[in-house]
């Protein structure tokens, strides 16, 4: 399921006029859980200005949030750590240094925290993919928790699988969960409904982090993060 699943997502989910741009990535770790697929288009203008200033990707939920609070300059430290949920002694000590080494962050003049210009997101849209056999229930489970990390969440099942739920589709859309068949025969994927719109404001600090984390993987030549069992067998990396 997964080679099908990896192969049709640039286009089923992207749209065949910018498939080429798509990159898809397995088992990279989300805001909450870890999405068997995910698939980004980055912006490669933003990246292309980042790599010239130095911009290193970021790898945590704290960078991001503290990141997205420099937005609004130029905020006070207790500004800063209201807005990103954390004290600001944590915030001083455990993440401005982080952001800083990493090109995201500079002092002015009066020691006030700004974001550096070059600190451009990466991404223009994510979508993420909870694959299963057969067990349905456990895919939109987990497929809810990734509408936290993406731009359009997806379950992908097996097309027999698929009927116990086919008068629920739109239902199971409108809840902001997008349905993909795979057919064992052919290895071809299809959508059989996308998700209903949901709020981006509410997936911001995920859709950023596992952008950010898709990044350090694709300079580093990676699509596949940590292996884990798929369906009693591994699901297979670049190399394979």
Same mark, same amino acid.
């Given at each position: 399921?997964?080679?099908?699943?990896?192969?049709a997502?640039?286009?089923?989910?992207?749209?065949?006029?910018?498939?080429?741009?798509?990159?898809?990535?397995?088992?990279?770790?989300a805001?909450?859980?870890?999405?068997?697929?995910?698939?980004?288009?980055?912006?490669?203008?933003?990246?292309?200005?980042?790599?010239?200033?130095? #911009?290193r *990707? !970021?790898? +945590? @939920?704290?960078?991001?949030?503290?990141?997205?609070?420099?937005?609004?300059?130029?905020? =006070?430290? /207790?500004?800063?750590?209201?807005?990103?949920?954390?004290?600001?002694?944590?915030?001083?000590?455990? #993440?401005? *240094? !982080?952001? +800083? @080494?990493?090109?995201?962050?500079?002092?002015?003049?009066?020691?006030?925290?700004?974001? =550096?210009? /070059?600190?451009?997101?990466?991404?223009?849209?994510?979508?993420?993919?909870?694959?299963?056999?057969?067990?349905?229930?456990?895919?939109?489970?987990q497929?809810?928790?990734?509408?936290?990390?993406?731009?359009?969440?997806?379950?992908?099942?097996?097309?027999?699988?698929?009927?116990?739920?086919?008068?629920?589709?739109?239902?199971?859309?409108?809840?902001?969960?997008?349905?993909?068949?795979?057919?064992?025969?052919?290895?071809?994927?299809?959508?059989?409904?996308?998700?209903?719109?949901?709020?981006?404001?509410?997936s911001?600090v995920?859709?950023?982090?596992?952008?950010?984390?898709?990044?350090?993987?694709?300079?580093?030549?990676?699509?596949?993060?940590?292996?884990?069992?798929?369906?009693?067998?591994?699901?297979?990396?670049?190399?394979?």
């Amino acid at each position: 399921m997964i080679p099908a699943i990896r192969q049709a997502l640039p286009t089923i989910g992207f749209g065949r006029t910018v498939s080429t741009e798509v990159e898809v990535f397995t088992e990279v770790p989300a805001v909450h859980g870890v999405p068997d697929v995910t698939a980004i288009r980055f912006d490669l203008t933003a990246l292309a200005i980042r790599r010239a200033a130095g #911009v290193r *990707p !970021l790898s +945590t @939920d704290a960078e991001v949030r503290v990141a997205l609070a420099l937005e609004t300059q130029p905020p =006070t430290l /207790a500004d800063l750590a209201r807005r990103a949920g954390y004290s600001p002694d944590y915030v001083r000590r455990a #993440v401005l *240094p !982080l952001l +800083t @080494d990493g090109g995201w962050a500079t002092q002015d003049q009066y020691g006030a925290h700004l974001r =550096t210009p /070059a600190s451009r997101w990466g991404s223009k849209r994510i979508v993420t993919v909870e694959a299963k056999l057969r067990d349905w229930s456990r895919a939109l489970r987990q497929a809810r928790r990734q509408r936290l990390s993406a731009d359009a969440a997806y379950i992908a099942l097996d097309m027999p699988a698929v009927k116990p739920i086919r008068d629920s589709l739109d239902r199971i859309a409108r809840g902001g969960i997008g349905v993909i068949g795979v057919d064992a025969a052919s290895g071809r994927a299809h959508v059989l409904v996308r998700p209903a719109a949901v709020r981006r404001a509410d997936s911001i600090v995920g859709r950023m982090l596992i952008a950010e984390r898709c990044l350090e993987m694709w300079q580093r030549g990676e699509h596949a993060g940590q292996v884990y069992p798929v369906f009693g067998w591994s699901a297979p990396t670049d190399a394979s």
